[in-house]
């Protein structure tokens, strides 16, 4: 029996496969959500942020062609200089195999990195170089007939001790924000 990737590995860090992605997008536009920015997931974002004192929270609803911010909070200037001295700026959109989120949606649970270069799998990503990320909190939103809809997360630049308070604020945070979803989009 020999092993066959399904896409390159020249990297560590394999973005795992996502078999849900079109059921999702449909579960979303029935929601009203995952085209458009919200207004009222931005502030949900900001208060997530200035909650757990990060950089940056979004909520994300990935599909199949990659990462889509509906909610986003994010410094007005970078924190992270590139080598020739520009910033890069985060937008609303990533690739699937830029960021964390992907991870937490193929596992269906809260993902904590305190330092993601501990990690070998992770420290190689992209928005490690390129926005400076250095810790990651994020958690599935679950919906009420067991699919992920994307998820909640924060992230920041420097490396963060999130333990058990940390997971179980997230983990609120998603869990609140699935109930406002499921109840038509955020006003």
Not at 26 to 38: A, Q, S
Not at 50 to 68: H, I, L, S, W
Not at 133 to 139: D, H, K, W
């Amino acid at each position: 029996m020999s092993y066959d990737p399904p896409r390159p590995v020249g990297r560590l860090l394999l973005t795992p496969q996502d078999t849900e992605a079109p059921a999702r997008a449909r579960r979303l536009r029935g929601l009203g959500l995952g085209e458009r920015p919200e207004p009222a997931l931005d502030t949900f974002a900001a208060r997530l942020a200035g909650r757990t004192g990060t950089t940056y929270a979004m909520v994300n609803f990935p599909d199949e062609k990659g990462q889509f911010f509906a909610g986003l909070h994010a410094p007005e200037a970078a924190p992270v200089l590139r080598e020739d001295g520009t910033r890069v700026e985060i937008g609303r959109f990533l690739p699937r195999d830029h960021g964390f989120c992907p991870h937490v949606v193929a596992r269906r649970k809260a993902l904590a990195l305190q330092d993601v270069r501990d990690f070998p799998r992770f420290a190689g990503n992209a928005v490690v170089d390129d926005l400076g990320i250095r810790s990651y909190l994020g958690a599935p939103l679950l919906d009420s007939t067991g699919m992920v809809l994307g998820t909640v997360c924060v992230a920041d630049v420097a490396p963060r001790t999130w333990g058990r308070e940390g997971l179980d604020a997230i983990k609120a945070a998603a869990a609140e924000l699935v109930v406002r979803l499921e109840g038509g989009p955020p006003h």
